[in-house]
């Protein structure tokens, strides 16, 4: 549930006159005030109508069949001339005081005016009033209430509508706790009444705002603006942050990215047809211009473009275009299914087939499907006595061979499959092999062949072993020629013809890497609260805010971190959060060279940040850094 702002003297007033009621002197918390309403003898039970007449009707009467849009209701229920009370809730008088924007069907207590008891608006609908004037945000809807997979969508999380001004803070922040404002109009291309492009939300600087360079208007491009949104609105609602999503009038470009997220959550057809022509009661249906129809062009294109996407239903065209076409992943989708939904959904799954055809060689993993987006490993091993001569691996059609399978040590890797995958793979009797010779010291090969066949291909993958971290130099002789230069990259050795007897020689260097804090890349840490924030050229040492990802330095420790520098000054981004053995935020300060901070000094020596002090610290830092997989971080031991 999103979190609400109350007033602290709207809620004394209620325990006021529930005390005054019952004459008790208790102490009540919000939560237990519903109870304590509904215990007082003669407390009132208010229901009424929120939602107006004429929207009623339409959604109790109206439904669509989706395999026929060559018909609109909707001019049968909204005038030609637009009514604003068909586009605003009905307000109920209870306590002395005009109540609005209530959560349908939900109980909620009130009191004053010598009056109490609860609240239950009625319908399922809850159209928005965000002011008490006629210049408040127009057409503002909780997409909450409507039946879909599981359940019911719930209120509160995602809300729809026209452009908004800093006036609807107090209602769209305080009331319903909004901290996302995802702006659909757009950089580019903007109609004149879209006015001027903005920079930053008008409800404030405490809610995140989101504009895309160009609009997504009744069909599924441009892809970054997609890519932009769905991430936007998933990151969002499965932290239980409310966003409020709009353009001008909270009709078109709203109502295609309504359409899309309503659709993952297996909304019918019907209701998102309908959810979608609820505009016409705020704009009127007198005219094309003003009226939206589910059998006008415009929405027909956008209806027509998802069931062009491969899936056996709506839901799964939703699914499949936010996974396959806007790299979402399955986990993304369940997990914004799951928190929007009131109930259980269905865990939804797009398997792709793993195909194999294997003379000779056997294959670890034996699965035969996987989850689209997921990624898949595997290694092939040659029968005894036999060596592989030949491997294919093809996704989609698509030859992946280069880049997913190692000869070496026969593994294969998908990082993420996105399309059915066959592996061929044939092994042989070998006619010549050649010995190899592994000088391992604190390390060791992926490949533990001690053959390889003349003509074939070799690789491997040098680690540290123990409480080694970093590799020496690797060389690498083949018949007695030293070829490292050509055969080593990293810490893997390919040789992509054995023409000899192959020597690796390789020992492991420097024993106190921290590895365990994580690093994240293009992130730096917000000075108010330590958490995470996108920020490209800087890095997180220590990725997560939690106590496995926190630096532990001991009084006199010396703290080394290569690949990442400091600042000549304060830059607002580069910044060192102290914190408690458990991770509870204690403070921050924005570093720099030269800069003494929290019994801390930070320094730069040979091109490597060194921090030290006298006393015991749990931190997390951001650092400039180019390339967070360069980035080295060592407790009391010199980094050469």
């Known amino acids: 549930m999103a979190k609400k702002l109350y007033e602290e003297a709207a809620v004394q007033a209620i325990a006021d006159a529930i005390r005054a009621k019952n004459g008790s002197g208790a102490t009540y918390r919000i939560g237990d005030m519903a109870a304590a309403v509904r215990a007082i003898t003669g407390a009132e039970v208010v229901t009424w109508h929120q939602c107006p007449e004429a929207v009623r009707n339409y959604l109790t009467n109206v439904t669509y069949d989706p395999s026929d849009y060559s018909t609109s209701q909707i001019a049968n229920y909204a005038p030609a001339a637009a009514v604003i009370s068909n586009y605003k809730p009905i307000g109920q008088t209870a306590g002395g005081t005009v109540h609005y924007n209530e959560v349908p069907n939900v109980l909620t207590p009130f009191a004053g005016g010598g009056a109490a008891g609860t609240l239950k608006p009625l319908d399922t609908l809850r159209w928005l009033r965000t002011r008490d004037n006629s210049a408040e945000a127009w057409n503002v809807r909780d997409l909450g209430g409507w039946a879909c997979d599981g359940g019911t969508v719930k209120y509160g999380l995602l809300i729809r509508g026209g452009r908004i001004s800093a006036a609807d803070r107090a209602v769209l ?58 991430r936007c609105v998933i990151d969002a609602v499965t932290h239980r942050e409310p966003v409020y999503f709009h353009c001008t009038a ?37 005219t094309d211009a003003l009226a939206r129809r589910r059998n006008e062009p415009e929405w027909k294109r956008l209806i027509n473009a998802i069931n062009a996407v491969s899936g056996n239903t709506f839901r799964d065209k939703c699914v499949h275009f936010a996974v396959g076409t806007c790299g979402m992943s399955m986990a993304d989708i369940n997990a914004y299914r799951a928190v929007m939904t009131a109930g259980t959904p269905e865990t939804l799954h797009w398997y792709q087939t793993i195909a194999k055809s294997l003379t000779g060689c056997t294959l670890s993993n034996t699965t035969s499907q996987a989850d689209y987006g997921e990624a898949y490993t595997a290694t092939i091993t040659a029968d005894s006595g036999k060596v592989l001569a030949s491997v294919v691996v093809k996704m989609g059609g698509v030859d992946i061979t280069a880049t997913a399978y ?41 490949n533990v062949a001690n053959t390889v066949a003349d003509g074939a291909a070799y690789s491997t993958t040098l680690s540290p072993t123990g409480t080694y971290k970093k590799l020496g130099t690797i060389i690498v002789t083949m018949g007695g020629t030293d070829i490292s230069a050509s055969a080593v990259s990293g810490n893997t050795i390919t040789i992509a013809k054995v023409t000899g007897n192959i020597v690796i020689t390789c020992a492991a260097v420097i024993t106190n890497v921290i590895e365990t804090v994580g690093i994240s890349a293009d992130t730096r840490l917000s000075a ?52 408690s053995e458990t991770a509870t935020f204690l403070s921050a300060g ?45 407790i009391n031991e010199p980094i050469t």
């Open 173 to 230: 922040v305080g009331q319903f706790g909004v901290q996302h404002e995802i702006d659909l109009r757009g950089k580019e291309g903007r109609d004149p009444s879209d006015g001027d492009v903005a920079t930053e939300s008008p409800l404030g600087g405490d809610v995140r705002f989101t504009i895309a360079d160009k609009a997504a208007t009744y069909a599924l491009t441009p892809v970054a603006t997609w890519q932009l949104y769905l």
């Open 250 to 286: 909270g009709a078109d470009r709203t109502g295609t990215l309504a359409c899309v997220l309503e659709g993952l959550l297996g909304m019918s057809q019907s209701d998102i047809d309908k959810d979608y022509e609820l505009t016409t009661f705020y704009s009127g249906s007198g």
């Open 406 to 446: 190692s000869a070496g040590s026969g593994a294969i890797n998908i990082a993420k499959v996105t399309g059915a995958v066959t592996i061929t793979a044939v092994a042989s009797v070998p006619s010549v092999t050649y010995n190899i010779t592994r000088n391992l010291t604190n390390c060791a090969s992926s």
């Open 528 to 579: 108010g609260s330590g958490t995470n924030k996108a920020q490209v050229g800087w890095a997180a040492i220590g990725a997560n805010m939690d106590a496995a990802s926190l630096i532990h330095l001991m009084p006199g420790d010396t703290l080394r971190i290569k690949g990442a520098s400091l600042p000549d000054s304060q830059d607002g981004k580069s910044i060192a959060i102290s914190y």
């Open 590 to 634: 924005y570093i720099h060279n030269g800069y003494s901070w929290n019994n801390l000094e930070f320094t730069t020596v040979d091109n490597v940040v060194t921090i030290t002090g006298p006393a015991e610290h749990y931190l997390r830092l951001s650092l400039i850094c180019a390339d967070a997989s360069a980035v080295i971080a060592t």
